[in-house]
């Protein structure tokens, strides 16, 4: 393990990842929690046409008689082109076209008598291209797209969007005491969680699993492993090997096929072996404990997933309760669970191969180093 360095310090190491720019063109309905490669521009303005914003009677301002009944010209809807008949008192419906000769609307529930009451002229009149003029922006290429980019998207004509294709994943477990899940272990084994952990939180992000297998503690076993590992994918995930043990095999054979890591070693806990290549392809070699591989996934694979799909991943301040004390030396990835009252409550694991105790967590806060603060950033296992 080299320096340990500080989580800013990683983090600026794991930006220097760029998209790879391969893109492809989706429908509308495939579209979310994908990143836009293209900006969203209007059409034309928005919204088009001066438009009524409530059920009642469109009429200009300073034309209204002041007593008697007031005659309406007809019936106005959303969807009807603007009338042409004359008359200066009009019913008319949301969303319709307000008439050239009204500036102001009054609810229906505001009337009495079928006269308005107290009203201000412009009101529930929403003006046209108010909210963008034709050409400008709406969303910016690199936007994480929710369902309002997809209606924003539909508003604009389009039916596809040109998105950053996900990044194509390798996983690699390691460990000889590691058997599968559908085996009977011995009294001094156990059965594999790290692989189908990290391909579940993958796949259900969409990315394609181009390899996952389990290596033993033998290198050149592994190091076949790793090769097959490296074809064909954006990035590598290894689980284990590459602490300071006689069997942590996993810093020479990826030193022999990548050159020196960018970083080995972060004052954080849990995580404190992690180790990064900037590749191509980008591996993230993740301590074995199940904690640790949820707790670095978490805080350093998943911004850097972000980054290879052109955008940038922004922590979620949250506010703490019954925060344990900080370490004093290390940060601390801590596991956590929001509760009712809005606040996210810790669940710290007694160590870091105690993942049954951390069951219900929704993510991480990160505690630096003998923070006092009780507002933190948030990173959700699923983002």
Known sequence: MDRLLTLAEADKLTRGIAPPGTTETLPLAAAIGRTLAEPLAADRDFPPYRRAMMDGIAFAADGIPATGPLLTAGLHAAGDPPPTAPGKIWEIMTGAVLPDNCDTVVPYEDLA????????????????????????????????????????????????????????????????????????????????????????????????????????????????????????????????????????????????????????????RPGKPLAFWPGPPAVFALPGNPVSVLATFTRHVLPALARLEGREHVPQKVRMSDLPAALPKFSWLLTVTPGPDGMFHARAPSNSGDFISVAGCTGIVEVPPASTATELSYYPFSS
């Open 113 to 268: 008598n079928g006269r308005p009451g107290d009203f201000v002229k412009g009101q529930f009149v929403h003006a046209a291209g108010s909210d963008a003029k034709a050409g400008s922006i709406l969303v910016p290429a690199g936007a994480l797209i929710g369902p309002v980019e997809v209606a924003i998207a539909a508003s604009i004509g389009k039916t596809e969007l040109r998105l950053f294709r996900r990044a194509r994943i390798a996983i690699l477990s390691t460990g000889d005491e590691a058997i599968p899940a559908d085996a009977t272990p011995e009294p001094w084994q156990i059965r594999r969680s790290n692989g189908p952990m990290l391909e579940s939180l993958l796949r259900r992000r969409g990315h394609e699993i181009t390899f996952h297998d389990h290596a033993p503690d033998e290198p050149g076993a592994c190091g076949r492993l790793i090769d097959r590992a490296l074809g064909g994918s954006d990035l590598l995930l290894v689980c284990g090997g590459i602490s300071k043990g006689k069997k942590d095999f996993i810093r020479p054979l990826l030193e022999e096929r990548l050159g020196k890591p960018a970083f080995h070693g972060v004052a954080q």
